[in-house]
């Protein structure tokens, strides 16, 4: 049992270049707003929604591991190992790293809020309303939260052994109905990857490439010139005759 032959794993892997441009959009969203009188107790309130709640939630019931957010594998569908990476998840250092990426996401949204005006020429929208831009911004936060996670548990699975998860036992489907935070559509059904198919089927080498090296590497026999030594022979005889 491999968690490298899981391709959902290696899809959720994404967030390292989604995560970049949503707290991008983030800038640009909060870049044409005005701030109130009280930008300190906004920009809490919004951390306090869009990261905050959503990383308690994910301590109770983390993000499946099968689910993209918009699409997931149905329950039923899931295979043992499956069930196994989602059993695995409830690892203390990917969770702890959950918790660290939301705590670190108010600093940044404060960084982001108080030099967001700089980027007010660059972004599409025109003077929006504050708490309008805040309620967006708290759920790209929510976002960022649930990839950071996402990604940190990927990262976790992907660095097990093979013979890690063997172990493991895996969870149910009522178990993972109540203790996994699955969202999406489920309609999503991927073949495991065959991490063995390229030990097990080396190509032959080229015709070329053999005879280089059955002449070079290999002797060859050389027969000897027996019928020629007759014919001088029985030349010889005759003239002696």
Known sequence: MNPRSEPLLWLQLIAIGAIPLELLALVL???RADPGPFPALERLLVWGLGALAPALLLWRRPADCCSLLLVQVPLGARSAS???LAAAQEALP???LMVSGAAALLPL???LDSHAALAGALSPLGNGNRLVSLLLAALLLALLLWQWQQLVQSFWLLSRP???LAGQPPLSSERLA????SLGIPLLLLEPLDLDRATRESPPAPPAAAAARS???EPVAVEPEQGAADEQGDDLDQEVG
């Open 29 to 31: 969203l909060l870049a």
């Open 109 to 111: 949204l404060w960084t």
């Open 82 to 84: 499956q069930r196994s």
């Open 94 to 96: 990917a969770r702890l």
């Open 215 to 217: 002449a070079v590497g």
């Open 178 to 181: 109540s203790e996994r935070l």
């Open 162 to 164: 093979p013979g890690a």
